[in-house]
Nanobody, 124 residues
Framework: QVQLVESGGGLVQAGGSLRLSCAAS????????MGWFRQAPGKEREFVAT????????YYADSVKGRFTISRDNAKKTVYLQMSSLKPEDTAVYYC?????????????????WGQGTQVTVSS
């Protein structure tokens, strides 16, 4: 069973950048498709980005396309979310998630493993 630990959240001004990291405990990290989701206060958790086991395929929510980049380092068993041109509406708790392979999975129920989340706050 894979365990996920996010880091890198914080407070940033609008227009700024942050990089989130998610470290996995699983030896066979390459068995997993990885995703990032976020949840703002009073809202449902929503899909942000996903990356295939090899890193060769990525997919983004329209709201972050062109501003966020998902990547992974399989040797380090870590997935990243580089966030640029941040907006106040990006403020949320960001969660890392994992599932066994599968491409372009965007539903919360598509992922069986979750981290504890990291807070990102964007001030205007």
């Amino acid at each position: 069973q894979v365990q996920l630990v996010e880091s890198g959240g914080g407070l940033v001004q609008a227009g700024g950048s942050l990089r989130l990291s998610c470290a996995a405990s699983e030896r066979t990290f390459t068995n997993y498709t990885m995703g990032w989701f976020r949840q703002a206060p009073g809202k449902e958790r929503e899909f942000v980005a996903t990356i295939s086991w090899s890193g060769g395929a990525t997919y983004y929510a329209d709201s972050v396309k062109g501003r966020f980049t998902i990547s992974r380092d399989n040797a380090k068993k870590t997935v990243y979310l580089q966030m640029s041109s941040l907006k106040p509406e990006d403020t949320a708790v960001y969660y890392c998630a994992a599932r066994i392979r599968g491409l372009r999975r965007v539903g919360v129920n598509d992922y069986g493993y979750w981290g504890q989340g990291t807070q990102v706050t964007v001030s205007s």
